[in-house]
T-cell receptor, first 115, second 116 residues
Framework: AQKVTQAQTEISVVEKEDVTLDCVYE???????LFWYKQPPSGELVFLIR??????QNEISGRYSWNFQKSTSSFNFTITASQVVDSAVYFC????????????FGAGTILRVKS | GAGVSQSPSNKVTEKGKDVELRCDPI?????LYWYRQSLGQGLEFLIY????????KSGLPSDRFSAERTGGSVSTLTIQRTQQEDSAVYLC??????????????FGEGSWLTVV
């Protein structure tokens, strides 16, 4: 069965600190996709990244980086030098090829960045 | 359109009334999804359309909920005889294709439904 666990309910950091958001997933499928979305106070879910199960290369995009490790079923997200505008709820999600494109979301992590 | 568009943005309705929520997906996207976000339940999948058909409607919580999609574009989610527990944000999303594709799913801003 599909399952996504974001153990951190809420994280508070001071601006310019680095912060890592954890995501652990469960799947029996060999072909699957992992996503991170950001939900700012406005409410819209903003796509950040997609990874397929065959590509374990880590990715960096500006201050954002993602660490995908199949051995530990984790897909962690790091924000370097955090800013107040990074304050949002961050969701990790999983879709399995055999279940179409249906996303299963984690519970989300609330990130508060204080100035 | 440029993004997924949903209407109304906010809806307050009396318990027992029917409501319709509308979604206009990104132009050319064949797959369309409805999700619900509520405080106690997080983000829940409701239904998935590929074109006008719904191969997966496993997330619809009861027979009061239904959805349709016409012309491979606009979709309407209907909730009949609304209950207070239906209060939530209803999110629509679309992607370039569906089954097994792993395509990125883009979300609209949601329709906030409050049942009083």
């Amino acid at each position: 069965a599909q399952k996504v666990t974001q153990a951190q309910t809420e994280i508070s950091v001071v601006e310019k600190e680095d912060v890592t958001l954890d995501c652990v997933y469960e799947t029996r499928d060999t072909t699957y996709y992992l996503f991170w979305y950001k939900q700012p106070p406005s409410g819209e879910l903003v796509f950040l990244i997609r990874r397929n199960s065959f590509d374990e290369q880590n990715e960096i995009s500006g201050r954002y980086s993602w660490n995908f490790q199949k051995s530990t079923s984790s897909f962690n997200f790091t924000i370097t030098a955090s800013q107040v505008v990074d304050s949002a709820v961050y969701f990790c999600a999983l879709s399995e090829a055999k279940y179409g494109n249906k996303l299963v979301f984690g519970a989300g992590t609330i990130l508060r960045v204080k100035s | 359109g440029a993004g997924v568009s949903q209407s109304p943005s906010n809806k307050v309705t009396e318990k027992g009334k029917d409501v319709e929520l509308r979604c206009d997906p990104i132009s050319g996207h064949t797959a369309l999804y409805w999700y619900r976000q509520s405080l106690g339940q997080g983000l829940e999948f409701l239904i998935y359309f590929q074109g006008n058909s719904a191969p997966d409607k496993s997330g619809l919580p009861s027979d009061r909920f239904s959805a349709e999609r016409t012309g491979g574009s606009v979709s309407t989610l209907t909730i009949q005889r609304t209950q207070q527990e239906d209060s939530a944000v209803y999110l629509c999303a679309s992607s370039a294709s569906g089954m097994g594709s792993g395509n990125t799913i883009y979300f609209g801003e949601g329709s906030w439904l409050t049942v009083v």
